[in-house]
Each structure stands twice: as C-alpha cells, then as structure tokens.
C-alpha cells in the first residue's frame, strides 16, 4: 500500500520562480524521505527529516513537517531547467520492525520552463 | 567510484520466461532492496535483504526470487509466475534500516515482455 500521497501530480513554472510540493501520509513515521527522478533513471536522495524535526535545508531546498497534519512540503527555490524531474517523498514507519520499509508515493512530475 | 550497477539497462522477455537482473553495489552496504515501478507510479518494495543470506518479501513478492549470497550482489529473477511483469526495476542499497540513513538508487533495469 502507498503511504504518501503527493500533491500536485504534476507541477509547470517558470524558471526563477519557487516550486512547491507536498506529501500527505498516513501512519507515525520513523522518517521521512525526498527523493528526486530524472526521467528513465534511478531515485536520487534529496534530503532526511526526522520526526521530531520540523523544519531541514538543503542548499536551494527546504522541507518542513507537520506531524499533527500527517504532512510534508518540499520547496525548492530559484528553480533553474535541471530541477525538472519528478519528486517522491517516502515514508520510514516508526516501528522498529519497519525500518527496512520505505513506502512511496506516486510523485510530483515539475516542469521547469527555461 | 562507488555506487550500485543494474545490468542490463533494457531487458525483452518472452512469455513464459525467467528472466534474471543483475544488481551490484560497492558501497560496503548491509541492506538490498528491489523496487518495481509502473508509469505514473510510485515505488513499490519487491523484495528486501537485511544481510547476506538473509531476505524479505516486500508488498508485491508473488512471481519474483531473489538471492543474497554476497554482500555486494543482490539479484531478482521475474519468473514465469508473474504475471504483469513489464516495468522498470531500481536496486537500492543502505548502510543499515533506514532509520537514520537513506536509500542508494542504481539506475534501473526496464523490463518488457514481448
């Protein structure tokens, strides 16, 4: 079963601007995960924010969460035309006896527009 | 350089077939996982390996078989059983549970039956 949901699915701006996704999920989290994929290609990792985190950066990036929502957003700013890719956010639950699971959404498909 | 290779990149497999992937890392990593991924969807666990001789079924196992023989090897054969099998195929590795650590992607294997 799929743990997060992104939002939205697909996502067209202009290069300079800001570029916002978001990650709902459903159960207490270990961890939680932002990947990136070029088209054809393997998951790159973007960035880890722990549960009792609430907010990381990442060079032009910055995640946030909100574990009373159950949600995750992931901001990249100044986009330039190679941030376009699709973006995951994953979910590590919080049992132990889960820590090898990492569950998937289905992504958010940005267009960077040169 | 370190990092996970799939071999081979695109993969044709006729009905009744098995067919087996190659995934290798030389990261010095305990943990293996296999994604299956469908277009326009998220990842979704195959398989996964906490140690050498050891592995897991993940959400979707039915029709697939793996091995866990060395460290550095991890490979997946899609058996005759399954039934759908046409898809793209992602190795990952980690240092342990992903508790504190992320996935590692190698760059796929597309999978199409013919």
């Known amino acids: 079963s799929q743990q997060g949901e992104e939002d939205p699915q697909a996502l067209s701006i202009q290069e300079g601007e800001n570029a916002t996704m978001n990650c709902s999920y459903k159960?207490?989290?270990?961890?939680l995960q932002w990947y990136r994929q070029n088209s054809g290609r393997g998951l790159v990792h973007l960035i880890l924010i722990r549960s009792n985190e609430r907010e990381k950066h990442s060079g032009r990036l910055r995640v946030t969460l909100d574990t009373s929502k159950k949600s995750s957003s992931l901001l990249i700013t100044a986009s330039r035309a190679a941030d376009t890719a699709s973006y995951f956010c994953a979910t590590v639950p919080y049992s132990g006896a889960g820590s090898y699971q990492l569950t998937f959404g289905k992504g958010t498909k940005l267009s960077v527009i040169p | 350089d370190g990092g996970i290779t799939q071999s081979p990149k695109y993969l044709f497999r006729k009905e009744g077939q098995n067919v087996t992937l190659s995934c290798e890392q030389n990261?010095?990593?305990?943990?293996m996982y296999w994604y299956r991924q469908d277009p326009g969807q998220g990842l979704r666990l195959i398989y996964y390996?906490?140690?050498?001789?050891?592995?897991q079924k993940g959400d979707i196992a039915e029709g697939y078989s793996v091995s866990r023989e060395k460290k550095e090897s991890f490979p997946l054969t899609v058996t005759s059983a399954q039934k759908n099998p046409t898809a793209f195929y992602l190795c990952a590795s980690s240092i342990g549970g992903y508790g504190n650590t992320e996935a590692f992607f190698g760059q796929g294997t597309r999978l199409t039956v013919v």
């Open positions: 159960t207490s989290i270990n961890n």
């Open positions: 390996s906490q140690i050498v001789n050891d592995f």
């Open positions: 990261l010095n990593h305990d943990a």
